[in-house]
């Protein structure tokens, strides 16, 4: 077993160890940083692996969130529309960014700056439409959503939730990562060092960043289905640049290079803001522009990718073969 594989499974024993310290209340809270982690997880992707820097990548959270809460709303007693409503709630957000993508990627296609900007542009375009259409709710949203279904079953007891998120967020850390060590995944980082190479050996570079861009937006979108079934709510924020600011912090943080690390950065962020909130109140999203400018300059690979960069090179060193 690898340095990074153990590293990853001692993380992991740690959260299945954590409800035994941790008051029923608080497993709740953490059943949605595990939400948030999900899509911090997809930005990574996208950001880290792809090099693709998502300003506005709230809009598929949010379009996630939206779908399960129009398909589940009022139907708590049929199992089958959680199930509906999570399908779709992936298949929308997907759909929207590959006709995106492929709008974003067509001829010699958005990079950089320039594929920032107009993401950062969405973002605001798809939150006022959300404010304007009283078919979702205008500015209220849509209130009362139920949680998920399960075998007639509405979901409610913390500790499933917080296992069945955490389990979830493992499951979607595992399938990036074989996404990322395939043959695909290959060709994308090849399309992030060097883009104009991988064009001329043959590749369909556009085509690719289309299909990362949609597998990214669809995880997006089930972490928003996961949250709204938990929060029974769905509003405009969820889908503009707030929430996508937010997540950069997270992904910064935690490392863009390394999906459990961006995953620990959105759990920790999350965490931090609601011990400290209360206390620092207005001066909290100050702190947290500071922590993720230093984080940019001082630490690139981000405080838990450093971290965990570190300690294998350190268990290669140790290792006397």
Not at 20 to 49: C, E, K, N, Q, R
Not at 271 to 297: H, I, K
Request: proline share 3%.
């Amino acid at each position: 077993m690898s340095r990074r594989s153990v590293i990853e499974m001692l993380v992991l024993v740690f959260f299945v160890l954590l409800p035994l310290a941790m008051p029923t209340w608080a497993l709740s809270d953490f059943a949605i940083y595990f939400t948030y982690a999900i899509f911090a997880v997809s930005l990574a992707f996208l950001w880290g692996h792809v090099g693709l820097l998502s300003l506005g990548h709230a809009v598929y959270f949010g379009l996630g969130a939206y779908a399960m809460g129009v398909v589940t709303l009022g139907m708590t007693v049929l199992p089958g529309w959680s199930v509906i409503g999570v399908i779709l709630a992936v298949l929308v957000p997907g759909i929207v960014a590959f006709v995106l993508g492929s709008f974003f990627f067509a001829s010699s296609g958005l990079t950089g700056a320039f594929f920032g900007i107009v993401t950062l542009a969405l973002a605001f375009v798809f939150e006022r439409m959300a404010i304007s259409s009283t078919w979702l709710g205008g500015m209220n949203g849509l209130m009362s959503i139920p949680p998920v279904v399960v075998f007639g079953h509405e979901i409610y007891d913390p500790l499933v939730l917080y296992f069945g998120l955490l389990g979830l967020l493992a499951l979607t850390i595992r399938l990036l990562q074989v996404v990322m060590r395939s043959r695909f995944g290959l060709l994308l980082a090849g399309v992030r060092e060097n883009e104009l190479r991988a064009a001329t050996l043959g590749h369909q570079t556009a085509r690719l960043k289309v299909w990362a861009f949609t597998l990214s937006g669809m995880i997006a979108g089930l972490a928003g289905a996961l949250f709204v079934s938990q929060f029974g709510f769905a509003s405009p924020s969820l889908i503009g640049f707030s929430l996508s600011a937010e997540a950069l912090i997270w992904v910064a943080l935690g490392g863009r290079s390394n999906l459990l690390a961006a995953a620990l950065g959105a759990i920790c962020v999350r965490f931090v803001e609601s011990q400290l909130s209360g206390a620092l109140g207005a001066v909290w999203p100050v702190v947290a522009g500071l922590l993720f400018m230093t984080s940019v300059v001082f630490l690139p690979r981000g405080l838990f990718g450093e971290a965990m960069a570190r300690l294998q090179v350190a268990g290669r060193r140790s290792d006397p073969s």
